[in-house]
């Protein structure tokens, strides 16, 4: 039986996407899980899938066109398969598409807000500030090689600049150029510029502005003894290759994931009058990329052994600084870790990811004089702020998860026992 492949929905703020390219033609043969499309979204390019094995019948809507999510974008069915596509595309048009604002209102957890007519609305197309279109991972090339994209010609939709385009730049750049920074003597004032907000800054402006004004967040922070987890961390990563070694957010994942499992109101949603208890442990990693955040999900981080939580986090952390991300790598989190160590941040707090009750700081390992037995002597500690919401847990609740957390992370042989008796 034919079926119609829809635009995906990849998080509750997304409203539409922009497909960039067709991987298959119509008539051609495909594969159940092959890739049909690329979707450009607010957030990152993500490849759409074939739900069924058979052909393409029909490309609904064409290359550098945007769709709102759930609408039919590609048709695959038998090849000698009858098909009445007007029937089918009646039957998905009957499912009323919901909006940005409708779906962020009904939202788990926060109230509904009428939109303010200050609030501008912000255009999206992959433009930079200069009008020039390019994918997220055609910018990322150039920022990475020092590419101008205004001089980079784009064969993409409507002339969008395409990764080919920057790698034929890469191989056979017009003329050759050598930039020399200009000296601006400190008495020299810098020019004001106005940088257009992209899309996707401005959906995590909104959303945090919402969780902040109407999750009543509270805060508790302690202070981690990290030499054990760094002692062990640096024992096995002289048995792993440079590809495979365990980094310090890979431990805080298997912990905190572990001390969810024993407090559920963290590992929870808030649905009305309800709060839901997930039965899985998804947790979500906040991951720096172009022009805001991204949270990738790391699924039963609880039962995973800490080298495969190693593996899959570096391996959809690099699609989606890429710009490629698949849509089960970016849903479906239930508690969030975010760690800025690698910034040599001491300490500081996050805000709450809705639906999710609660998120996980991290800062840096720092080296300290501590007081062991009676004696100053040198120490590692790390600290630790849990964000929660106190709608569905409260200050003695999460003080004794962080009590849990903290013993995992200073005895971290306890995060490799599950695996080492499997």
């Not at 501008?120 to 930079?128: M, N, Q, S, V, Y």
């Amino acid at each position: 039986m034919a079926e119609v492949i829809t635009m995906p929905k990849l998080g509750f703020d997304m409203a539409e996407g922009l497909l960039v390219r067709w991987l298959k033609a119509e008539d051609e043969e495909v594969d159940k899980g092959e890739v049909l499309a690329e979707i450009e979204t607010d957030k990152a390019t993500v490849e759409v899938e074939a739900i069924i094995s058979g052909v393409v019948r029909k490309h609904i809507i064409d290359e550098g066109t945007t769709a709102p999510v759930g609408a039919p974008i590609a048709v695959v069915g038998a090849a000698d398969e009858e098909i009445d596509l007007e029937a089918i595309l009646g039957e998905v048009s009957e499912r009323e598409p919901v909006s940005e604002t409708q779906e962020s209102t009904s939202e788990p957890g926060l109230a509904k807000t009428e939109p303010t007519a200050a609030e501008p609305e912000i255009a999206f197309e992959g433009r930079l500030p200069d009008g020039v279109r390019a994918s997220p991972v055609a910018r990322r090339l150039a920022n990475e090689r020092g590419i101008d994209l205004s001089s980079v010609p784009g064969t993409g939709p409507s002339g969008r600049i395409v990764k080919r385009d920057v790698e034929t730049f890469l191989r056979e750049p017009p003329i050759p150029l050598v930039e020399v920074p200009r000296f601006v003597p400190p008495s020299e004032r810098r020019e004001t510029e106005r940088i257009p907000i992209s899309k996707l800054r401005g959906i995590i402006g909104r959303r945090m502005t919402a969780a902040k004004q109407q999750l009543p967040h509270f805060y508790v922070t302690t202070d981690v003894d990290a030499a054990p987890m760094m002692t062990l961390r640096s024992e096995l990563n002289t048995m792993l290759s440079e590809g495979e070694k365990i980094s310090v957010n890979d431990f805080i994942v298997k912990a905190a994931a572990l001390a969810l499992r024993e407090f559920p109101n963290l590992n929870a949603s808030l649905a009305g009058e309800e709060i839901i208890h997930h039965g899985e442990i998804n947790i979500g990693v906040a991951v720096a990329v172009e022009d805001g955040l991204l949270t990738i999900v790391i699924r039963d981080a609880d039962i995973k052994p800490l080298r495969v939580i190693s593996s899959e986090t570096r391996q959809t952390v690099a699609r989606a600084r890429e710009g490629r991300v698949r849509p089960e790598d970016i849903e479906g989190s239930t508690f969030t870790v975010s760690n800025m160590g690698m910034f040599d941040v001491d300490h500081f707090i996050a805000i709450i990811n809705p639906p999710e009750a609660a998120i996980l700081a991290i800062g840096s390992v720092q080296d300290v004089p501590v007081v062991h037995e009676g004696k100053v002597v040198p120490g590692q500690r790390i600290k630790c702020t849990l964000s929660a919401d106190h709608r569905v847990t409260d200050g003695a609740e999460a003080a004794r998860w962080l009590q849990v957390f903290k013993n995992y992370l200073e005895r971290p042989l306890l995060l490799l026992l599950p695996s080492l008796l499997d």
